[in-house]
């Protein structure tokens, strides 16, 4: 059966401090993935999204950058973390083709 | 413009009591699919049920049923009989087939409490 990871679940960092979560997909190849970041009490907004290895596109223009260096695996990065990158951030995968998106369990960020 | 529209920020049911949290879409594409993810305080995005937009039956999965009317452009989901564990953020979802990306649209969510 298929799973995601991500971590770390929690995290706390300083402003302008760097960041990188990580996502990893097990039991599927190929797959298309995903970033969300969701503010509190508020709905899903979608950051990146990757078809395959290397091809990232970005729904809206932040300081946050994000990588897909294997085929399961996909990194959300900043050099420099602004206050207003607090949130919850949800990686999710889809089998390529479209369907329904299956969810990680999410990192929780706070920048102070 | 928005895609997907949940009008009730929040519910309150009582336990063993069916709900139906309303959803509402727009879309000039014939092919779509509609998704339900239940949130509880963990944050976990949970799926919980799919119904495309030729479906000639309502979806259903254990005691989750989508009420989806086509012309109306809704696809309300119905909980019967409520549990305590059934308290959290449901987000109805669309997906305009084949695309990917940005095509798969969450609305704002409804928060459902249910009272003992």
């Known amino acids: 059966s298929q799973t995601i990871h991500q971590w770390p679940a929690t995290l706390v960092q300083p402003v302008g401090s760097p960041l990188s979560l990580e996502c990893t997909v097990e039991?599927?190849?190929?797959?298309?993935l995903y970033w969300y970041r969701q503010a509190a009490g508020r709905g899903l907004q979608l950051l990146f999204y990757s078809v395959g290895i290397g091809q990232i596109s970005s729904e809206v223009p932040q300081n946050l950058s994000a990588s897909r260096p294997q085929d399961r695996q996909f990194i959300l990065s900043s050099k420099k973390l602004l206050l207003s990158d607090s949130g919850f951030y949800l990686c999710?995968?889809?089998?390529?083709?479209?369907?329904?998106?299956?969810f990680g369990p999410g990192t929780r960020l706070t920048v102070l | 413009a928005q895609k997907i529209t949940q009008t009730q920020p929040g519910m309150f049911v009582q336990e063993k009591e069916a709900v139906t949290l309303d959803c509402t879409y727009d879309t000039s594409d014939p092919s779509y699919g509609l998704f339900w993810y239940k949130q509880p305080s963990s944050g976990e995005m949970i799926f919980l049920i799919y119904?495309?937009?030729?479906?000639?039956q309502n979806a259903t999965e254990g005691r989750y049923s989508l009420n989806f009317q086509k012309a109306r452009k809704s696809a309300n989901l119905v909980i019967s009989a409520s549990q305590l564990g059934d308290s959290a953020m449901y987000f109805c979802?669309?997906?305009?087939?084949?695309?990917?990306?940005?095509?798969?649209?969450f609305g704002p969510g409804t928060r459902l409490s249910v009272l003992p």
């Open positions: 999710a995968w889809e089998v390529a083709g479209g369907g329904e998106q299956f």
């Open positions: 119904q495309g937009s030729y479906d000639q």
């Open positions: 039991g599927t190849s190929n797959p298309n």
């Open positions: 979802a669309m997906r305009e087939i084949p695309n990917y990306g940005q095509n798969f649209v």
